[in-house]
């Protein structure tokens, strides 16, 4: 009976706390640090749903690091320069490729959706690749919050890109924004910011929680460039479950993805960021991943498709085609 009492008050306090959480949570305002906190007296006096509080503030918390053959390492573009890339190594010549990470995502680490890209990319050619870190609204923040922020990051790349070329007059037809989970929705901000000026916009496992059920104009939506290619890794969980691009790939069946623990049953946090992994290894290694037209796994599966229009995942896709796409995938790089 004791145990039991035990058992049953201890139940009550997880209830509490946990709904206290979800108060927090969706209250969108006691989660901001100190750090992003700078202009104000009281973290209270920060609008949430102020319109122009990211005008002010996003140039000092989102960074944009280039990439080139000539700087492997990375160097942090300076705002004060009128096109930020007057002393840097960009070279005008060579396609621009915007990457762009999600919520807790970063752009240093070995293993991150920036380094993985830029070691693939500069293995094969000459680009210049751009990683933004906009993780000082991602790390200290709910998921709720940051995305509250997504719009304001994105009109930040917007008039970033618009200064780098020229007010879109200097290689904006090699532009590619490739963004991971809410990445892939900033870039379609981005996307629609600049209104028919993005060749081609890639959304790897694009975020689902608050964006699955938003109208185009609050997501990664079809028109947001000419070309938009989708890659599904953990569909129903982290990532989108419908197709939203002109080509949308779901590798192993999209939810899940081999090489995964156990835990990724539950959190699908493997299975969502081998969406970048994937695409990495496509920039090199096409030819790993020819995928088949197919209305469905278990059709690819029961060879249905086996004569159906093919094409690459990732990097190397053609243009041309269209609509769901599916692959036996893997990744060791
Ligand atoms: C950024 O550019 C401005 C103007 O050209 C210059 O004065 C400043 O030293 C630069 N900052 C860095 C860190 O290079
Ligand atoms: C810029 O890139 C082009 C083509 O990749 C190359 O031919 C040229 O030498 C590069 N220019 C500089 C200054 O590195
Ligand atoms: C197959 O691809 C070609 C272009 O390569 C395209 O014209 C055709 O419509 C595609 N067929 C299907 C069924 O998607």
């Given at each position: 009976?004791?145990?039991?009492?035990?058992?049953?008050?201890?139940?009550?306090?997880?209830?509490?706390?946990?709904?206290?959480?979800?108060?927090?949570?969706?209250?969108?305002?006691?989660?901001?640090?100190?750090?992003?906190?700078?202009?104000?007296?009281?973290?209270?006096?920060?609008?949430?749903?102020?319109?122009?509080?990211?005008?002010?503030?996003?140039?000092?918390?989102?960074?944009?690091?280039?990439?080139?053959?000539?700087?492997?390492?990375?160097?942090?573009?300076?705002?004060?320069?009128?096109?930020?890339?007057?002393?840097?190594?960009?070279?005008?010549?060579?396609?621009?490729?915007?990457?762009?990470?999600?919520?807790?995502?970063?752009?240093?680490?070995?293993?991150?959706?920036?380094?993985?890209?830029?070691?693939?990319?500069?293995?094969?050619?000459?680009?210049?690749?751009?990683?933004?870190?906009?993780?000082?609204?991602?790390?200290?923040?709910?998921?709720?919050?940051?995305?509250?922020?997504?719009?304001?990051?994105?009109?930040?790349?917007?008039?970033?890109?618009?200064?780098?070329?020229?007010?879109?007059?200097?290689?904006?037809?090699?532009?590619?924004?490739?963004?991971?989970?809410?990445?892939?929705?900033?870039?379609?901000?981005?996307?629609?910011?600049?209104?028919?000026?993005?060749?081609?916009?890639?959304?790897?496992?694009?975020?689902?929680?608050?964006?699955?059920?938003?109208?185009?104009?609050?997501?990664?939506?079809?028109?947001?460039?000419?070309f938009v290619d989708i890659m599904h890794?953990?569909s129903?969980?982290?990532?989108?479950?419908?197709s939203i691009g002109h080509i949308d790939f779901f590798p192993n069946g999209g939810?899940?993805?081999?090489?995964?623990?156990?835990?990724?049953?539950?959190?699908?946090?493997?299975?969502?960021?081998?969406?970048?992994?994937y695409?990495?290894?496509s920039?090199?290694?096409k030819e790993d991943y020819v995928s088949l037209k197919c209305p469905s796994w278990d059709d690819y599966k029961a060879h249905k498709c086996d004569n159906a229009n093919s094409t690459f995942m990732g990097?190397h896709v053609d243009i041309e085609q269209t609509e769901d796409y599916y692959l036996e995938a893997?990744?060791?790089?």
């Amino acid at each position: 009976m004791f145990d039991f009492l035990k058992y049953f008050f201890i139940n009550i306090l997880l209830i509490v706390c946990v709904c206290a959480l979800d108060i927090l949570l969706e209250s969108d305002s006691v989660t901001v640090s100190n750090r992003l906190n700078d202009g104000y007296q009281n973290i209270n006096d920060i609008d949430l749903n102020d319109k122009n509080y990211g005008l002010y503030h996003t140039s000092k918390h989102v960074f944009y690091w280039l990439y080139t053959r000539y700087n492997t390492e990375g160097e942090l573009l300076n705002r004060s320069e009128p096109h930020l890339i007057e002393s840097t190594t960009f070279n005008a010549s060579n396609p621009i490729k915007v990457i762009v990470h999600g919520w807790l995502g970063n752009t240093q680490e070995k293993d991150s959706l920036c380094m993985s890209n830029v070691n693939s990319y500069f293995k094969v050619g000459e680009y210049n690749v751009i990683c933004v870190d906009w993780k000082q609204y991602s790390t200290d923040l709910s998921y709720s919050v940051a995305r509250s922020r997504a719009k304001h990051i994105a009109h930040d790349i917007a008039k970033i890109l618009t200064r780098i070329t020229y007010d879109l007059t200097e290689g904006v037809e090699t532009l590619h924004l490739i963004g991971h989970s809410m990445g892939a929705h900033i870039v379609g901000f981005v996307g629609k910011e600049l209104t028919n000026k993005i060749p081609r916009i890639t959304g790897l496992d694009p975020a689902k929680p608050q964006y699955e059920n938003k109208g185009p104009a609050d997501r990664l939506y079809i028109t947001d460039a000419h070309f938009v290619d989708i890659m599904h890794t953990n569909s129903g969980n982290n990532g989108f479950t419908k197709s939203i691009g002109h080509i949308d790939f779901f590798p192993n069946g999209g939810k899940r993805q081999p090489g995964c623990g156990f835990s990724d049953k539950t959190t699908g946090s493997c299975s969502h960021i081998k969406a970048y992994h994937y695409y990495a290894h496509s920039i090199w290694a096409k030819e790993d991943y020819v995928s088949l037209k197919c209305p469905s796994w278990d059709d690819y599966k029961a060879h249905k498709c086996d004569n159906a229009n093919s094409t690459f995942m990732g990097e190397h896709v053609d243009i041309e085609q269209t609509e769901d796409y599916y692959l036996e995938a893997w990744a060791e790089d």
